[in-house]
C-alpha cells in the first residue's frame, strides 16, 4: 500500500473509532486566576475563586509554598500571557528543602465523580524541572461521619514531561473515584525552578497516544485525497 495510503487508511480507522476514546477532563490549565506568593512570609498561600470551571475544578484553587525556613525561601508564581501558562516555582537554594502544595476542594469538597467520566488516569504536565525531587498526587473521600480517606500516588521527577498516575488503586485506600471530595499536587525537594502547566484526568496512556497518531494522519488527509 502507498505511503500515502497507510496514512488515510489510519485516518479513518481513529475517525471512525474515536467517539470510544474518551477526551481527557481539565483540572487545572492555569489560564485563570493569576498569583504571586512566596515563603516564609504570610502571603505564603493564594486562594483563586470564581475561575471558569472549564479551566480549574469547580472553579477554585488554593495554593501553598513551604520552605523549610528563612535560609532557603521559595517563590511561587502565576502569570497569564497569550502562551500555555504555568505555575512558576524558583527558590534560592534548591538544595534546601521546598513544597508546593495545589488543592482542589479546599473550602468546599468537590463530590465530583470521575468514574462517570470513564478516565482512570491522572496527568501532571512539568513543562520546564529538573531532575530531582517527588510529585504527589492525592484523592480524597470524606465518609459519612467525616472520616477521611486518602491515597497519594508519587513519582520520582526526572525532568519535564508528562507523570501519569493510575487511578484505580485509591480504592485501596478507601478512596471513592465516584465521589472525590479533594485533589491535591504536591512537589517537594525538587532541585531547581520548575512549572506546572497542566492537571488533568485522563484516558489511558495509549489511547492519549492514539488521538495524537489520528490528529496527525487527519492533517495529512486534508491535503491529500483520502477516500472510504
Do not use: H
Amino acid at each position: 500500500m502507498p505511503y500515502g495510503r497507510v496514512w488515510c487508511a489510519l485516518a479513518i480507522l481513529v475517525s471512525a473509532a474515536s467517539p470510544a476514546v474518551r477526551a481527557g477532563v481539565t483540572i487545572d490549565n492555569f489560564e485563570e486566576g493569576p498569583f504571586s506568593i512566596k515563603g516564609p512570609s504570610p502571603f505564603s498561600a493564594w486562594t483563586s475563586e470564581g475561575l471558569n470551571p472549564a479551566n480549574t475544578l469547580r472553579g477554585e484553587r488554593e495554593s501553598n509554598v513551604q520552605p523549610a525556613g528563612v535560609d532557603g525561601p521559595v517563590s511561587a508564581s502565576l502569570t497569564l500571557t497569550d502562551a500555555d501558562d504555568g505555575v512558576a516555582v524558583t527558590m534560592t537554594d534548591p538544595a534546601a528543602p521546598n513544597r508546593l502544595l495545589l488543592t482542589y476542594g479546599w473550602r468546599i469538597p468537590l463530590d465530583y465523580n470521575v468514574v462517570a467520566t470513564g478516565l482512570d488516569y491522572a496527568l501532571v504536565r512539568l513543562d520546564e524541572a529538573p531532575v530531582g525531587g517527588t510529585l504527589g498526587f492525592s484523592l480524597r473521600t470524606y465518609g459519612p461521619n467525616r472520616e477521611i480517606y486518602q491515597g497519594t500516588a508519587e513519582r520520582p521527577i526526572t525532568g519535564p514531561g508528562d507523570y501519569v498516575i493510575p487511578l484505580l488503586p485509591f480504592a485501596g485506600a478507601g478512596v471513592s473515584r465516584s465521589d472525590v471530595d479533594m485533589i491535591q499536587i504536591e512537589l517537594r525537594d525538587v532541585m531547581g525552578a520548575y512549572r506546572v502547566s497542566d492537571v488533568s484526568f485522563v484516558p489511558e496512556p495509549w489511547a492519549t497516544s492514539l488521538l495524537a497518531v489520528a490528529s496527525v494522519a487527519l492533517r495529512r488527509r486534508g491535503r491529500s485525497t483520502c477516500r472510504r
